[in-house]
């Protein structure tokens, strides 16, 4: 058992909530709450079959992310859309993604340098601006995944699905389909086993950021 602000809680209750609150955040990324927007505790639990105390430790995890925000008198809100927050995410993820390339990309396997040739296939081949997102966001995390660094990778992971909240919020009805120079260069050098190649691309496709 588990100590919380809500009482005592289950290991299998805190699988639970973490289900719930990946879920909840890859919705409001995707669209599906608007800025303002109340996550109802009675609602969440009735549609996920659980305890109100479990969604309240699923609440508080997508709080924390910044995602939403825990309001007096309205409870938790989907947080709004902002230009500070929005530049604030890109020298994050400037600062920390091609740090992350660099130590990724020497300990890449076969296997992932295949599964990164795939994903860019498939944001060069999305038909609509949420498959492309996907995409994206795998690939990003594709490059980034042999770098041993959990902490790290959970962090930008964290601000891809911000990225993709802010990029579903401003930019789905501008979105056009087409091929991303910058991914094939970071999949060049990928396979090239080039780190700083990568982190120099990296930087620069990031600093394009908006």
Same mark, same amino acid.
């Given at each position: 058992?588990?100590? $919380?602000?809500?009482?005592q809680v289950s290991q299998q209750q805190l699988k639970k909530s973490d289900d719930i609150a990946n879920k909840l955040l890859d919705r409001i990324a995707h669209g599906g709450f608007e800025p303002g927007d109340k996550l109802r505790?009675?609602?969440?639990? #009735? =549609?996920?079959?659980v305890s109100q105390v479990t969604v309240r430790e699923a609440l508080l995890h997508v709080v924390s992310t910044g995602l939403a925000t825990s309001q007096p008198r309205r409870g *938790? +809100? *989907?947080?709004p859309v902002d230009q500070t927050a929005v530049e604030e995410l890109r020298v994050m993820r400037t600062a920390l993604e091609p740090v992350a390339v660099?130590?990724? *990309?020497?300990? !890449?396997?076969? &296997?992932?340098?295949? =599964?990164? =040739?795939?994903?860019?296939?498939? +944001?060069?081949d999305a038909q609509t601006s949420e498959a492309w997102e996907e995409a994206n966001r795998r690939f990003h995390m594709a490059l980034i995944s042999a770098c041993n660094m959990p902490r790290l990778i959970a962090e930008v992971d964290n !601000?891809?699905? !911000?990225?993709?909240?802010?990029?579903?919020? #401003?930019?789905? $009805? #501008?979105?056009r389909k087409r091929d991303d120079p910058d991914h094939a260069a970071l999949l060049k050098a990928a396979?090239?086993? &080039?780190? =700083?190649?990568? #982190?120099a691309v990296m930087q620069r496709h990031l600093s394009r950021m908006s």
């Open positions: 058992m588990y100590e $919380t602000d809500g009482g505790q009675d609602l969440i639990a #009735r =549609e996920f079959g *938790v +809100c *989907v947080s660099l130590r990724s *990309v020497p300990n !890449l396997t076969r &296997d992932q340098i295949a =599964e990164i =040739e795939a994903l860019n296939e498939a +944001c060069n !601000l891809q699905r !911000l990225y993709m909240w802010h990029f579903s919020a #401003r930019h789905t $009805t #501008r979105w396979k090239a086993g &080039d780190a =700083e190649l990568a #982190r």
